[in-house]
């Protein structure tokens, strides 16, 4: 007796089309959170959706298909950061950040208030990570993207370097950046604020 | 030895920036002997330095899934323009 496997109705076949219905919105907010642009960010969902397509037989199905797409999604936002960064070289946003945070004698201008709690405390609020999104927006866009790359993609400093094209004096110096930056938005909007 | 004291003198400017770096490359000695003994007087650098892991950690643990902006859904039109970029549409 041949068996005929009936096709597993939980394997669709490929289809752009419906990727769009079914992840679109997530796939253009996550992008547009991070590029700022809404032009780019749609560019940015559309050409996931087309790479998607061409590399679908390589969609092994153990994860799940929005997870695929936005590994692709990932790939798609390094190289527009990649771009955008050759386009306008780092050099034009390395204004001195230190003279706003430190006095002439290299001291703090504002003494820095100890954070209380632990992340996964406040990681339990929703009105945390708000505040969070909220103080990572008001960063420049592309410190941001760096530094969420970083952080929470985990990228080491010798790949961002490689990947972006930019020297590790660049990385440093922007990460550098985006930690005060970050401490001090978190701190007057979410903790106790610095004080004088 | 006198190298090891290059950094005896760091102020909080220099600190923070070791701070930050110390998570990106491994310091010399003289820049860890330097940080630690700042750190020993300096109640901010301290601060800055929790909070410097406090926030690798939140990233970790929140960066990845995290929508800066989640009220954005796809407008009607952008998704019209994008389907019709596609080819099965």
């Given at each position: 007796?041949?068996?005929?496997?009936?096709?597993?109705?939980h394997?669709?076949?490929?289809?752009?089309?419906?990727?769009?219905d079914?992840?679109?919105?997530?796939?253009?907010?996550?992008?547009?959170?991070r590029?700022?642009?809404?032009?780019?960010?749609?560019?940015?969902?559309?050409?996931?959706?087309?790479?998607?397509?061409?590399?679908?037989?390589r969609?092994?199905?153990?994860?799940a298909?929005?997870?695929?797409?936005?590994g692709?999604l990932?790939?798609?936002?390094?190289?527009?950061?990649?771009k955008?960064?050759?386009?306008?070289?780092?050099?034009?946003?390395?204004?001195?950040?230190?003279?706003?945070?430190?006095?002439?004698?290299?001291?703090?201008?504002?003494?820095?208030?100890?954070?209380?709690?632990?992340?996964?405390?406040?990681l339990?609020?929703?009105?945390?990570h708000?505040?969070?999104?909220?103080?990572?927006?008001?960063?420049?866009?592309?410190?941001a993207?760096?530094?969420?790359?970083r952080?929470?993609?985990?990228?080491?400093?010798?790949?961002?370097?490689?990947?972006?094209?930019?020297?590790?004096?660049?990385?440093?110096?922007?990460?550098?950046?985006?930690?005060?930056?970050?401490?001090?938005?978190?701190?007057?909007?979410w903790?106790e604020?610095d004080?004088? | 030895?006198?190298?090891?004291?290059?950094?005896?003198?760091?102020?909080?400017?220099?600190?923070?920036?070791?701070?930050?770096?110390?998570?990106?490359?491994?310091?010399?000695?003289s820049?860890?002997?330097?940080?630690?003994?700042?750190?020993?007087?300096?109640?901010?650098?301290?601060?800055?330095?929790?909070?410097?892991r406090?926030?690798?950690?939140?990233?970790?643990?929140?960066?990845?899934?995290?929508?800066?902006?989640?009220d954005?859904?796809?407008?009607?039109?952008?998704?019209?323009?994008?389907?019709?970029?596609?080819?099965?549409?």
């Amino acid at each position: 007796m041949s068996v005929t496997r009936a096709p597993d109705p939980h394997i669709l076949p490929p289809s752009a089309s419906r990727w769009l219905d079914d992840h679109g919105d997530a796939l253009y907010a996550y992008a547009l959170a991070r590029v700022r642009s809404p032009e780019a960010a749609e560019d940015l969902v559309q050409e996931t959706l087309l790479a998607g397509l061409s590399a679908h037989h390589r969609f092994e199905g153990n994860s799940a298909e929005r997870t695929w797409l936005f590994g692709i999604l990932k790939h798609k936002l390094l190289d527009h950061l990649r771009k955008a960064i050759r386009q306008r070289p780092l050099t034009e946003i390395e204004s001195d950040v230190d003279a706003e945070f430190f006095s002439g004698g290299g001291h703090w201008k504002l003494s820095v208030s100890r954070w209380p709690g632990d992340p996964q405390q406040a990681l339990e609020n929703a009105e945390f990570h708000q505040t969070l999104a909220h103080c990572m927006s008001k960063l420049p866009s592309r410190i941001a993207q760096l530094f969420w790359l970083r952080e929470a993609e985990g990228f080491t400093t010798e790949q961002l370097c490689q990947e972006l094209d930019i020297t590790a004096t660049n990385v440093w110096a922007m990460l550098h950046r985006a930690r005060l930056r970050l401490r001090q938005c978190l701190s007057v909007n979410w903790f106790e604020g610095d004080k004088k | 030895m006198l190298r090891a004291l290059k950094n005896i003198n760091l102020n909080c400017q220099g600190a923070a920036r070791l701070i930050s770096q110390h998570s990106e490359r491994p310091l010399a000695l003289s820049e860890r002997v330097g940080l630690k003994l700042h750190l020993l007087i300096c109640r901010s650098c301290r601060a800055y330095q929790r909070s410097v892991r406090f926030l690798k950690r939140i990233m970790l643990l929140a960066g990845s899934t995290m929508n800066l902006s989640a009220d954005a859904p796809l407008s009607s039109e952008a998704r019209e323009r994008i389907r019709r970029g596609l080819p099965d549409r």
